[in-house]
């Protein structure tokens, strides 16, 4: 069985659902693909008592955006983060910044950052600590899921790979300054419906288009010369322009262990039956 990321996060609030005891406690998943955003919140009459981070087994945590300052042959952080970032990344900027040769011509498949493992887990650590998740929600290879408090992550979870790599800065719904341009485009090449819902942009495909519906990489097309997507949401496409930067990206590589210890099932259980 594989679950996309996001029938994955369904289904982990489908689970705490049916866990919780009271009428008043309410699982409400917030998550998407911004991976700013929090993953679940639980409320307990209406106010917020507890954050859920949902990972896959094999996930991504904690990444941070950073500048190459090669007047100073450096790496800082990108003053689109704030300082509440400092503590999560300072170790891993200066293990980077005296390998500065190694790292400076980043690529988009990624170089690993092989500095000691105290130093990335850590950084996760802080990064938990920074974004005020109390649990952690995964699974075992059997696909049962596990919920884990953030003072027992480390039994649970390996911190297995550091990268540093090119990653694009985002992406965006279509403006009407490019929408006749990209209408005309797909209008061209396939039978579909497009329907402006500001705003996003929904496109409905009226024959079957297998290689876009099994493979990501194929959902990717160009309208002169600026790159486009077809991002899947339920049932639903929505075109979305992706942006043209690329910025040096840290990234740590989680993966769940299949420990067969007891999870936290029952401390999380108390915390929102109190």
């Not at 919780?20 to 919140?41: F, M, Q, R, T």
């Not at 970032?85 to 092989?114: A, D």
């Not at 990489?217 to 639903?236: G, M, P, Q, T, W």
Request: hydrophobic share 30%; charged share 30%; net charge positive.
């Amino acid at each position: 069985m594989k679950l996309t990321w996001k029938q994955f996060e369904k289904n982990a609030a489908e689970f705490l659902n049916d866990i919780k005891k009271k009428n008043n406690i309410e699982v409400d998943p917030k998550g998407g693909a911004d991976s700013k955003s929090i993953d679940i919140e639980i409320k307990k009459n209406g106010s917020l008592i507890l954050i859920v981070e949902v990972k896959m087994p094999t996930s991504q945590i904690g990444q941070f955006v950073i500048n190459n300052d090669e007047s100073n042959n450096k790496f800082i952080l990108s003053k689109r983060l704030n300082k509440d970032n400092i503590p999560r990344t300072s170790k891993i900027l200066e293990f980077i910044n005296q390998n500065y040769s190694k790292y400076k011509e980043t690529v988009r498949s990624g170089k690993e950052v092989n500095c000691d493992q105290e130093i990335k887990n850590n950084s996760v650590s802080e990064y938990l600590n920074l974004k005020k998740i109390n649990y952690i929600i995964s699974c075992d290879k059997n696909y049962n899921f596990k919920i884990v408090n953030k003072s027992n992550f480390f039994n649970f979870f390996k911190v297995d790979k550091c990268v540093i790599r090119n990653k694009a800065s985002g992406s965006q719904h279509i403006g009407s300054n490019v929408f006749k341009e990209v209408k005309e485009y797909l209008k061209e090449n396939y039978e579909c419906q497009i329907i402006q819902k500001k705003p996003k942009t929904e496109i409905i495909f009226k024959n079957e288009y297998p290689d876009i519906e099994e493979k990501k990489e194929n959902r990717y097309f160009y309208v002169n010369n600026k790159k486009y997507y077809f991002a899947k949401d339920e049932d639903s496409y929505f075109i979305k322009k992706i942006s043209n930067t690329a910025n040096p990206t840290v990234i740590f590589t989680l993966k769940f262990l299949n420990n067969n210890l007891n999870d936290d099932r029952m401390l999380f259980y108390e915390d929102i039956n109190k």
